[in-house]
């Protein structure tokens, strides 16, 4: 934990103090970026200095990625600054190097690797806005030159993040023009062999949100590629996909936790600046209230997300549930208390100006975390397949999960990307966790909640077991997509409980409000329909986020502190 803190601090020292108005690297730069559709240069400038990429890059290449969770969290304190600067200069990287060191040749891992140390930049071409999220249906084409020698592509990518500024760039292709579930491709392509003959860049989308991530695209006629650009073995481009994005899908929304954090301070500068019937406006009920959730959901969205980032390194085989899990569920989350913000806020959030002008930027920078990468849907569609066997077992056998997916320090063993399965199973030790809750001394208050999150598994086991296979495709019913979303709340309440229980004497982990306060927006978020906090968890809430606010550290698990 120490080298990640001295990172996390490094980091923060570099982008220094977002509040400062004439800084080249804080919120009135970003807004300012924003409105040119562009990130402020300053801030690639410290990124740079840093060498953010490297904490994409495994160490044993040369980089500094060892642990998911600790990536997540560096990234934090880029995300909490600028959505769009984190997605474009940093995590956009990470979609395209994951599938090469999951299946890429050790020349491709190292040239890549080394691309990306020296901050250069690595696109990823998955996806063709006519199939959305099915990368199986891709059309875009790599087929055998006549010659029998290499391959010759065809076809469009319309939306890709970072293709004008791109060094290389991977790109998913249909090699099997008969179709089938081996028939797609990923192929590395240094953009120094796009010929201009073959190739057309296509104009720039414009975006409401995120704009400072430069989307392209390209058309490609003929263009002869040699056998070697292809990732791995013909027909395993999916495969691929399914493994090494079990780690973006996570890391993604969990780094986007920072943009609730930024939002929630915000919401704080404001209503602590401002008076209302003669007192101040966070002093009104509703007002606090609104905090007392938000900090609450930021809390749940980080303890999922540390038990799922965990998991890839201690459940490995768990990681084809917990990566849609964690999409869902933590992106709407993160989407629900934004909008809730926002209504605090009042006209002060649609300003475009002023000291607080960054919080219309977060409102419109925390869409895509619903659909982009992965829509939520499509998560739903990815857990269903799985969730009679995953429900039947977490119910019928509950069993303690691993410490280490929920204390504040851990050793974890490496990250094996290509032995991530692609299915689970049915195993799942976290969901398994949570009947064991009613074995841990619990306060009365948790305990009742706990137990009654445990009867609701018991009650979706039941539901899930009673599914027909027709009923788990992609046409499933909306009743039953809702199943699996229930069930993604069930591992959000036992990584909450598992935090709880493993954090350290005195810390506020360990208090009950806060644990209390989570189960209970859990049971609202399954139900769609929020249940009040009781007064005193609110108040016990409130105090520890003010707290915070004037320590200066993050509202997040580790509350560490911020510039």
Request: proline share 5%.
């Amino acid at each position: 934990m120490s080298d990640l803190m001295s990172r996390s601090a490094h980091l923060e020292k570099l982008l220094g103090d977002p509040w400062e108005a004439t800084s080249g690297t804080g919120f009135a730069a970003a807004v300012a970026a924003d409105e040119r559709e562009e990130n402020a240069g300053a801030a690639e400038a410290a990124l740079d200095e840093f060498n953010i990429l490297a904490e994409v890059v495994p160490e044993r290449l040369g980089g500094r990625f060892s642990r998911a969770d600790h990536m997540i969290e560096v990234m934090r304190s880029v995300y909490r600054r600028d959505p769009a600067l984190g997605l474009a200069h940093c995590s956009g990287q990470l979609l395209a190097g994951v599938n090469i060191w999951t299946s890429g040749s050790p020349e491709q891992q190292a040239t890549a690797a080394g691309l990306l140390l020296n901050g250069n930049k690595i696109a990823c071409a998955f996806h063709e806005l006519a199939h959305g999220n099915d990368v199986g249906a891709v059309e875009f084409a790599a087929d055998r030159h006549p010659s029998g020698s290499g391959m010759v592509l065809n076809g469009s990518k319309e939306s890709i993040s970072n293709l004008d500024r791109a060094k290389a760039m991977v790109v998913l292709a249909r090699t099997d023009p008969r179709g089938g579930p081996r028939a797609r491709s990923q192929i590395f392509l240094p953009v120094d062999r796009l010929d201009p003959g073959h190739v057309r860049f296509l104009p720039r989308f414009r975006s409401v949100g995120m704009r400072g991530v430069r989307l392209g695209g390209m058309e490609v006629r003929g263009l002869h590629v040699d056998d070697d650009a292809l990732i791995g073995a013909p027909g395993t481009g999916v495969e691929t996909i399914a493994r090494a994005f079990q780690l973006t899908r996570i890391a993604l929304p969990a780094m986007s936790t920072g943009l609730l954090d930024t939002a929630l301070r915000v919401t704080l500068h404001h209503t602590r600046g401002r008076r209302l019937y003669g007192r101040t406006a966070a002093a009104v009920p509703m007002v606090r209230t609104t905090l007392a959730e938000a900090f609450t959901d930021l809390l749940i969205c980080e303890a999922l997300s540390r038990a799922a980032s965990r998991g890839l390194h201690l459940t490995p085989e768990s990681g084809s549930v917990h990566a849609p899990a964690v999409k869902y569920l933590v992106a709407g989350m993160l989407l629900d208390a934004t909008e809730r913000l926002a209504q605090v806020m009042g006209a002060e959030f649609y300003r475009r100006d002023g000291e607080h002008a960054v919080f219309q930027k977060l409102v419109r920078d925390v869409k895509p975390i619903g659909f982009g990468h992965i829509a939520r849907a499509a998560c739903l569609s990815a857990l269903l397949p799985q969730l009679p066997a995953l429900t039947a077992r977490a119910h019928r056998d509950p069993a303690d999960a691993p410490a280490g997916l929920f204390t504040a320090e851990t050793i974890l063993p490496a990250l094996d990307m290509p032995a991530l399965r692609l299915v689970s199973g049915g195993r799942d030790r976290l969901a398994a966790s949570l009947g064991t809750a009613l074995d841990q001394d619990l306060p009365p208050a948790a305990r009742a909640l706990a137990a009654e999150h445990v009867r609701r598994l018991g009650d979706l086991a039941d539901a899930a077991g009673a599914l027909r296979p027709r009923d788990l495709s992609i046409s499933a019913d909306v009743s039953v997509r809702d199943l699996a979303a229930r069930y993604t709340v069930a591992l959000a309440a036992a990584a909450c409980l598992g935090v709880y229980r493993h954090a350290p004497t005195g810390d506020f982990l360990s208090r009950p409000e806060w644990l209390v306060a989570a189960l209970t927006r859990l049971t609202g978020f399954e139900q769609a329909a929020p249940v009040a906090l009781p007064m005193e968890v609110e108040g016990a809430l409130v105090e520890e986020l003010m707290d915070r606010d004037d320590r200066r550290t993050s509202f997040g698990l580790t509350a560490r502190p911020y510039a």
